[in-house]
């Protein structure tokens, strides 16, 4: 009789010798036959012995004579791996074509402007956009907060959900963009992502009809919001962005949908005016555009009074407010949303549905119980100071060092500053200069959608120290001076 | 001089009454402007004070005054509400068109059949197809795995993930199924997804050009699989299941995907004969098609020597495997994976990053470490002859109960079991007589893209206790009698 086991592999019911003999048996076959492939890992002898329920020494005799025979590799303090014994050849990329070329592709995943960069390998402490700083959040909070869930899991919140998300997450961002944002919506408006990526993604896919649908974008831009829009076949038209936000005269007339970020301009941190703002609004409100509200990083105000939401003023259902926790609280949490139109509601609630039928229940239930005990509200108003402080320090080391090649470009929100170059013709040594001395600066050709010479840095200050940041302006100054 | 604060709430820097009634002032102006719409709840006291860093007393008396001017309603217990009161006019869907109908969406979401139905309630103990059961799993190994998991967040995973999932986790799963489902991987070949949804999901993104690519779908089969390949613009075409599987001789020849379950057919069963298998690739093979194999539950089986994945007899790239840990862990838990062939994975990867950056990092690396200590392979194991109790049981109703009208489909695997109707002129009462006695059984009407009379029944038993479903069966045969 043999045992059901939840491998796939097979061992004599009684014991001894033979049980360790099968295993091996099945081990090596599967190391012949390529299910088992040279280089990866074989499960450690307790986690074998446990899962097939025999003794661990059993594991450890065919172990062993796997490794006399040649078909895996023992490694000192590490688990042994399969060795590089005749693999079965596994099917690769077609010779001399791209992976990226082969025709069972969409083609629209064929063209590289779609698919956003992988996230670069960054120092610890650098001047990289868009992240938090990790050391003052209330991890302990988020830990026991967590743990509570997980204990009501047992009896609820183990199967599916709606597609919109939790009714006690929607309801918290609710109130949280009610208060923080002056954001008009309900709880029922309120759609819960996996980021503001999905956000994007999800809009796109709900608004753009595939080769028709033309989409304004900010130049400079987000580019991984671009390819949102790329992926779901809409027509990219870039429209610049001056010293008061996007420049909405320079619209082109057929345009449907009209993607902005006016509390803090992506990369350029330049505020919306308000003049603009009514245009935007009057402009898809007279063509049947819609408009989609990055608000990214908007909770993270120094000094003025800060302008509401482009939403707040939006009186016909045209904006897509989309919010994200990536900043306020951690990026690899992946928790975004929408307010949404009521008229697009059903609608995106079924792409939700379809994409992965919404998002994880742990983690909403958590981040409901963080927003609704005032730890979002209490954490942000932690690091408005220490965010402050280090752009303070920013503002002073650009005014004070390399004010000859930099001038601040006025902001009073966000993670990030950007610094118009002054004298175009040095922006080559200007740039390589940031490049060196303060790495993860970006400049807004990296964020052009066409190619067009650097006319502003952009620091972040998410995750570098104040005190470190006077030093690498200067080191940066002191580059320039020499190549003088 | 104003303080800053998260809110965007101004009170003035002193003390005394004039916060409170600055605070009141303002709440008043949100609620007659429609930021705080009719029906939503305040923060409590607490939290409001806490947020503002001012004494609950203040915000209670700002609160009192509200109450006393009917702007807000206290519940006694609960929150208050704002009152539906001059609520501002919110834009609806416009008069006399349903929302679906919008021309501003993309017309592939105004077609009803692309939107999956949202979940619906069943009761605790149903005969739901694909649920688990949470009362069996290892809630507090789980809370353990997480709560180490969040420790480390401190210093690691606070940031953005690659794409295609953590390394550990992708090395894990590859182990996991090459042992469990003889599937032919290394960690470079598994893609972290959001549950099985989002692997169909991407996988049409990638692979489907919109209004050409045909996708051949079992007959019946899964509802939400079809709809992300329509959603993905594909043209669907409906290819019947017999006893053997899918008919691949009624494959169109110019359909270029082809979507299967193989171990257990979704909704029948059937497992896909040897002899199926090697057609279907050796059809792939000759037009230039792929296939996804879905192994939903191929986990759990029962009896008899299993069949290998699909994927393992694969030669040439031609299968996208896909797994799911909905029904292995749980359905809320949002994680499955492809393991996909080498040429298709940039494209993967690329749609995953637009899709939504990465999966959440703290869900990924609790379940590594539950997959790597072991306890998945366990908790399969532990369930294993509980569910097997329960089929017996339904087999054994079937059997003595309901043999005139219902015939079970032999199948080996899963957390369903499918019966054929015995007299097709009865099917009405017969499902008449499902919805009442069995509640979460489900037709091959119910499955099937074409309406057509229904065949079989399906009866999950990941929920309902052995010891429930020969009482329902016995109702199930009764109401049957007292009909003829």
Not at 93 to 122: I, K, S
Not at 129 to 152: E, I, K, N, S, Y
Not at 198 to 217: H, S
Not at 324 to 350: M, N, Q
Request: with cysteine; proline share 9%; aromatic share 6%.
């Amino acid at each position: 009789m043999v045992p059901v086991l939840p491998f796939d592999v097979r061992l004599p019911a009684r014991g001894g010798g033979g049980l360790s003999h099968a295993l091996r048996e099945q081990l090596r076959a599967a190391v012949l036959d390529g299910r088992m492939l040279p280089g990866s890992t074989l499960p450690s002898t307790r986690a074998m012995a446990d899962a097939l329920g025999i003794s661990r020494n059993t594991v450890v005799k065919a172990y062993d004579q796997l490794v006399a025979e040649g078909y895996v590799l023992p490694r000192p303090g590490a688990k042994a791996v399969v060795a590089a014994i005749l693999p079965r050849p596994r099917p690769g990329p077609r010779a001399g074509r791209h992976p990226l070329q082969d025709p069972r592709l969409n083609p629209l995943w064929r063209t590289p402007g779609v698919r956003p960069e992988a996230p670069r390998e960054w120092p610890e402490r650098c001047f990289r956009l868009g992240m938090p700083d990790h050391r003052h959040f209330p991890h302990d909070v988020w830990r026991r907060l967590t743990a509570a869930c997980l204990r009501r899991l047992s009896r609820a919140r183990f199967g599916y959900a709606p597609p919109e998300g939790l009714p006690e997450l929607r309801e918290a961002i609710a109130q949280h963009v009610v208060f923080t944002r002056a954001v008009a919506c309900g709880a029922d408006d309120v759609l819960v992502t996996s980021g503001a990526q999905q956000a994007f993604d999800l809009i796109a896919r709900a608004l753009v009809t595939p080769g028709q649908t033309k989409v304004a974008v900010e130049e400079p831009g987000y580019p991984p919001l671009r390819a949102a829009f790329m992926a779901a076949g809409a027509k990219l038209v870039p429209v610049p962005v001056d010293d008061e936000g996007l420049c909405v005269d320079r619209l082109p007339a057929d345009v449907k949908i009209i993607s902005v970020t006016p509390s803090h301009q992506s990369p350029t941190g330049v505020a919306m005016s308000l003049r603009r703002r009514s245009a935007l609004l009057a402009f898809a409100r007279d063509r049947q555009a819609v408009v989609l509200e990055d608000d990214y990083d908007g909770e993270f105000r120094f000094g003025g009074r800060p302008l509401d939401a482009l939403q707040t003023l939006d009186r016909d259902g045209l904006v897509f407010y989309v919010g994200t926790f990536s900043k306020s609280l951690f990026p690899s949490l992946r928790k975004g949303f929408i307010v949404t139109p009521p008229w697009a509601r059903p609608a995106l609630a079924g792409v939700k549905h379809c994409a992965d039928s919404h998002c994880d229940t742990i983690t909403q239930s958590a981040l409901a119980a963080f927003i609704r005990e005032g730890h979002l509200a209490r954490h942000v108003r932690h690091m408005r100071p220490i965010y402050g402080k280090r752009r303070e320090a920013l503002l002073g080391g650009l005014r004070c060092d390399l004010a000859d090649w930099l001038e601040a470009i006025p902001s009073e929100a966000g993670l990030h500053l950007a610094a118009r170059i002054r004298k175009p013709p040095q922006a080559a040594a200007i740039v390589e200069a940031m490049r060196r001395c303060t790495p993860g600066a970006q400049t807004t050709s990296d964020y052009a959608m066409q190619a067009a010479p650097p006319w502003a840095l952009s620091f972040g200050y998410g995750v570098i120290d104040a005190g470190d940041i006077g030093p690498a302006l200067r080191r940066m100054r002191r580059a320039l001076s020499t190549t003088q």
